[in-house]
């Protein structure tokens, strides 16, 4: 065993124990970590793989933002953790499914991985070589039509959240700009006249 295959495992071993950690441990806030953990070893093995950009997005745009915002919002909340795995026994059987469906898709591939002759590996490419160039190449030639639908079904998504935030609630207090911009002065205040001093009788 080469040494770029010990770090191969290394890392693969620890994604796998912090995906496992993500589900079951109790604590949000850990799940969180652990979940940050197994973004870095993700970017890991992407960088074994020869795709340094794919490896630096994952760790700048994943664990330096999106996860960090996570962070804060579930320690910002309260989370009542019991009334939270109340219903965890109702969703089991849908968790074993897909949990069993992903490990089935992981075994195919890796079937098709191993019953590749020996010469099929992947060749070693220049130091000049620009994997962010080939992926754009291909990102916006073969798969443009998927890219675009990709973006429009975010685009709508983001409009959704954004509705779903702006829906008018009784038990919410909100600010009407309109009316606020249409104001009078005679609607806000009133002008009492009043003496200076009190007279003495």
Known sequence: MGFEQFIFYVFAALLVFAALRVVTVRNPVHAVLFLVLAFF?????????EAEFLALVLV????????????????????????????FTRYVPVGVFVGLAIVVEMALVLIRYFALPAGAAPKQLPADYSNTRMLG????????????????????????????????????KHQD?????????????????????????
């Open 60 to 87: 700048l745009v994943y664990v330096g933002a999106v996860m960090v915002l996570f962070l804060f919002v579930i320690m910002m909340l309260d989370i009542d953790i019991a009334v939270l795995r109340e219903g």
């Open 41 to 49: 070893s993700s970017a890991a093995l992407w960088l074994l793989l």
């Open 137 to 172: 190449d291909v990102l916006y030639t073969h798969y443009v039509y998927s890219f675009e639908i990709a973006a429009a079904i975010l685009l709508v998504a983001i409009i959704a959240a954004i509705v779903l935030t702006l829906r008018r609630r009784p038990d919410t």
């Open 177 to 201: 700009p309109a009316r606020q911009v249409r104001v009078r002065r005679r609607d806000r205040i009133r002008i009492v006249k009043m003496d200076a001093e009190k007279k003495t009788p």
